[in-house]
């Protein structure tokens, strides 16, 4: 008798029982990584409704902290999953791409009302993109094995962060002028064009997979200063660390370069050491015979 296979999509059938698979801890984890993240973004969202800038740069910080470490937690669990990749994705969307372009917009682009939205606006819709060609991306074979080091457009968590730049130097106590609200769309804009431009960054993908046994000591108290620093000064630290971002955008760029040419290079040496040899022209069976005198060249006395 032929056994029959039923779809899933057909109606529960009586004597028939569903069977979940279990999932693993590690696979959870990282997951709940990011949806607390998402929760930030989200509170962001809030905190700019209700004036509260600086608990919503607050939380944009906080999301881009988890953010920078739910990937790192998935992978020392083996806990990646796709799933885990599509809901990091969209909750980076939120995070960096929907929540500081309505910060930005609450905080001052209203001025310029409807400019201003489309400004905000755009930011948001520059990062889904950036987002959805990294996720395209990633999946490339054709990479070479150096590309790791480098974002294709500014990242979106770096994106964020810098975008906000206008606020943080406010709360340093530099008063808002009457050119402040189209120097901010301006700038927002050009952050937003970084993000899905063809401009490599520096991923800094490679750092931080092994520390020496006599550094760990240092590098944790650099992690303690560092963050006892951020929340003492935090608008210092945020518009200083923002600045030098910026500054270091043009040395990826030399970086990368020098990667092609050495690439270009090894290839061309590569196929001239495979070329096969050319042969030297074969010679004449039969010299050509002397000219005539008459024919001949007069030597000059």
Same mark, same amino acid.
């Given at each position: 008798?032929?056994?029959?296979? $039923?779809?899933? $999509?057909?109606?529960?059938?009586?004597?028939?029982?569903?069977?979940?698979?279990?999932?693993?801890?590690?696979? %959870?984890?990282?997951?709940?990584?990011?949806? %607390?993240?998402?929760?930030?973004?989200?509170?962001?969202?809030?905190?700019?409704?209700?004036?509260?800038?600086?608990?919503?740069?607050?939380?944009?910080?906080?999301?881009?902290?988890?953010?920078?470490? #739910?990937?790192?937690?998935?992978?020392?669990?083996? !806990?990646?999953?796709?799933?885990?990749?599509?809901? #990091?994705?969209?909750?980076? $969307?939120?995070?960096?791409?929907?929540?500081?372009?309505?910060?930005?917009?609450?905080? #001052?682009?209203?001025?310029?009302?409807?400019?201003?939205?489309?400004?905000?606006?755009?930011?948001?819709?520059?990062?889904?993109?950036?987002?959805?060609?990294?996720?395209?991306?990633?999946?490339?074979?054709?990479?070479?094995?150096?590309?790791?080091?480098?974002?294709? !457009?500014?990242?979106?968590?770096?994106?964020?962060?810098?975008?906000?730049?206008?606020?943080?130097?406010?709360?340093? !106590?530099?008063?808002?002028?009457?050119?402040?609200?189209?120097?901010?769309?301006?700038?927002?804009?050009?952050?937003?064009?970084?993000?899905?431009?063809?401009?490599?960054?520096?991923?800094?993908?490679?750092?931080?997979?092994?520390?020496?046994?006599?550094?760990?000591?240092?590098?944790?108290?650099?992690?303690?200063? $560092?963050?006892?620093?951020?929340?003492?000064?935090?608008?210092?630290?945020?518009?200083? !660390?923002?600045?030098?971002?910026?500054?270091?955008?043009?040395?990826?760029?030399?970086?990368?370069?020098?990667?092609?040419?050495?690439?270009?290079?090894?290839?061309?040496?590569?196929?001239?050491?495979?070329?096969?040899?050319?042969?030297?022209?074969?010679?004449?069976?039969?010299?050509? %015979?002397?000219?005539?005198?008459?024919?001949?060249?007069?030597?000059?006395?």
């Amino acid at each position: 008798m032929r056994k029959r296979y $039923f779809s899933p $999509f057909e109606p529960d059938r009586p004597g028939l029982r569903r069977r979940f698979r279990t999932i693993p801890v590690r696979t %959870l984890l990282p997951n709940l990584i990011t949806l %607390l993240a998402l929760c930030a973004g989200l509170t962001a969202i809030r905190f700019a409704v209700e004036g509260r800038l600086d608990l919503a740069l607050g939380a944009i910080v906080f999301a881009a902290a988890l953010d920078g470490i #739910d990937g790192r937690v998935a992978r020392m669990l083996k !806990g990646t999953s796709r799933f885990g990749a599509e809901l #990091d994705s969209l909750a980076d $969307f939120v995070n960096f791409g929907v929540a500081p372009g309505i910060i930005l917009y609450f905080w #001052d682009l209203h001025e310029l009302k409807s400019a201003g939205w489309i400004a905000a606006m755009g930011f948001a819709i520059c990062a889904g993109l950036r987002l959805a060609r990294f996720n395209v991306m990633i999946d490339d074979p054709n990479r070479p094995s150096w590309a790791g080091n480098f974002f294709t !457009g500014v990242p979106a968590p770096a994106g964020a962060i810098t975008v906000l730049l206008p606020i943080y130097i406010e709360f340093l !106590g530099v008063p808002k002028l009457v050119v402040t609200a189209p120097m901010t769309l301006i700038y927002t804009v050009a952050i937003a064009f970084l993000m899905v431009s063809k401009l490599p960054v520096y991923s800094g993908k490679r750092i931080g997979h092994r520390v020496p046994p006599d550094m760990v000591v240092p590098v944790l108290l650099f992690v303690v200063l $560092f963050l006892v620093v951020l929340v003492t000064y935090p608008w210092a630290v945020l518009t200083i !660390g923002t600045l030098c971002y910026l500054a270091i955008l043009p040395f990826g760029w030399l970086s990368y370069r020098e990667y092609v040419r050495k690439d270009a290079e090894a290839a061309a040496a590569a196929a001239q050491a495979f070329a096969p040899p050319q042969s030297a022209p074969a010679p004449d069976e039969h010299p050509p %015979l002397p000219a005539p005198d008459d024919e001949r060249p007069a030597r000059l006395n």
